[in-house]
């Protein structure tokens, strides 16, 4: 059946073929014409070719009759063929043969593909969040949480007094460090590490927990003309842009219930940016990759890797 199906398809682009073809010579006929010097005389043949108008209209007329049967045959053979009824018909828009002019097909493809992986990537987020998800029990700023049987104040209901204390331990502990403390935004601190003489890193606590985190070079200030603490422009410097990143994504990673060794492992791993400017790239041994330095400090080990070094 598909067989005898595939043949009768066949016949038919050969008769649509014969059917183009006849019709052309008809309007080729037409366009030819003919010149009659007397239409009530005698014929006569046209001027230079000796072909006789009475030869022109029967030549027209045997056009004419082959197209008519070409179509009767072209029409008794569609009726042989059986039509399918499609119920999806983007999945038929792939066969057009001018893709570049209409690429319809191709991008509803690739929108499908995106959207299937966005809901993919989605379950997996909800799954992760619901693991990981905090609890509130209260609205009260001093929230409690239960570790190990006993009772410890969350990261962000730490009060001001408590913050200014472990800051100034910090400020001994690290005596290459130096740490400012400030408090332009009400009881969130806000604190300006300056690591040497390499750059200079801004830190927006909410209790002890880290907001925000914006690193610019030594050189540069995070004061506005008018003196207030700018919090939000980024560095002139790519080298340092890409530092933010990376020190933002840290503070992700140190995070945990008990923010003082969160914050100290943060400063730690901050120490390895002293040698910014001296460190070759602990993979491929360059000190320049695509005119940056290693930006990357390894989360265990501090050593010092380009972007592109990293994985």
């Not at 009772?151 to 100034?168: G, M, N, Q």
């Not at 914006?214 to 540069?220: A, D, S, T």
């Amino acid at each position: 059946m598909a067989r005898e199906q595939t043949e009768n398809l066949n016949l038919a682009i050969r008769l649509t073929q014969k059917l183009r073809s006849s019709v052309s010579q008809v309007f080729q006929d037409l366009a030819d014409g003919f010149e009659n010097q007397n239409a009530f005389g005698p014929q006569e043949s046209e001027p230079g070719t000796g072909v006789s108008a009475s030869c022109s209209l029967n030549n027209l007329q045997k056009s004419l009759k082959l197209v008519n049967n070409n179509y009767s045959e072209l029409d008794k053979v569609a009726s042989t063929l059986s039509t399918s009824v499609y119920t999806a018909n983007t999945g038929h828009i792939c066969v057009d043969p001018v893709v570049d002019k209409m690429p319809v097909y191709s991008q509803i493809l690739h929108s499908y593909k995106w959207t299937n992986k966005m809901h993919e990537h989605s379950e997996k987020a909800v799954s992760i969040l619901q693991q990981n998800s905090l609890k509130r029990s209260s609205l009260s700023p001093y929230r409690m949480s239960r570790v190990k049987g006993r009772s410890v104040l969350l990261p962000s209901a730490y009060p001001p007094s408590k913050v200014d204390t472990f800051i100034a331990q910090l400020d001994r502990q690290f005596q290459d460090i130096q740490f400012n403390v400030t408090r332009p935004l009400g009881s969130c601190a806000v604190v300006q590490v300056t690591l040497g003489r390499t750059m200079k890193v801004l830190l927006v606590f909410r209790g002890l927990m880290i907001e925000w985190v914006k690193v610019k070079g030594y050189q540069e200030d995070f004061l506005t003309e008018d003196g207030k603490i700018d919090i939000w422009s980024n560095s002139r410097f790519q080298v340092f842009r890409k530092i933010t990143d990376h020190a933002t994504a840290a503070t992700l990673h140190f995070y945990h219930i008990m923010p003082e060794i969160s914050i100290q492992s943060f400063i730690i791993w901050l120490q390895g940016y002293k040698n910014l400017f001296s460190a070759p790239c602990h993979k491929c041994g360059k000190h320049l990759q695509g005119a940056l330095l290693p930006t990357w400090r390894d989360l265990r080990t501090r050593d010092p890797y380009h972007e592109s070094c990293r994985h």
